[in-house]
């Protein structure tokens, strides 16, 4: 996932500043799926004008100003979001972690499943907290279902992290 695309999708729901992009990313859409500060939106929403991807809808105070969506722009979301995703190069520490989970003497190696499956734990009812603070009657789609499909999706694989850590543990539990 690129930061330009991001931002299309957001301007996609609807327009916004550069602050306001940038606070979406400080919250849930930071912490959960990509990060982003004002020194990278700011500069970002430049290139999308440059562009013809997105526009300048309406300059205000101190030089705020709100930014929209093109046709353009939104053909280019749209060819990314349906195009095969490609893994490029992937740096996951949680994952080599586990690879190398062999390496620990067997006790260490509990203690990191142990763990995983309580960071999944703590993760999981926290999140399903906020879905409890945002509940499924407001469309999937669109901007009052932001977050809902993505939320799910955070949902089942804290559930498939915390089960399979488990699982792991028993069967190391199991050998010795």
Do not use: C
């Amino acid at each position: 996932m690129s930061l330009p695309h991001a931002l299309l999708g957001l301007l996609a729901l609807r327009p916004a500043t550069g602050y306001e992009l940038a606070r979406m990313f400080d919250g849930d859409l930071g912490r959960y799926a990509w990060q982003a500060g004002h020194t990278s939106v700011y500069p970002e929403l430049g290139k999308l004008a440059a562009q013809g991807l997105a526009e300048v809808t309406e300059e205000g105070a101190r030089g705020a100003k709100t930014y929209a969506l093109t046709e353009d722009g939104r053909a280019e979301l749209r060819r990314w979001m349906l195009e095969p995703q490609r893994q490029g190069k992937v740096r996951n520490e949680g994952v080599l972690r586990l690879f190398l989970i062999a390496a620990l003497p067997r006790e260490d190696a509990l203690a990191v499943l142990d763990r995983t499956a309580e960071e999944a734990e703590r993760d999981l009812a926290e999140l399903r907290q906020v879905r409890a603070e945002h509940p499924d009657d407001a469309s999937m789609l669109g901007e009052q279902g932001i977050g809902q499909l993505a939320a799910e999706f955070g949902v089942r694989q804290y559930e498939t992290v915390r089960d399979w850590a488990r699982w792991a543990a028993e069967r190391l539990r199991a050998e010795g």
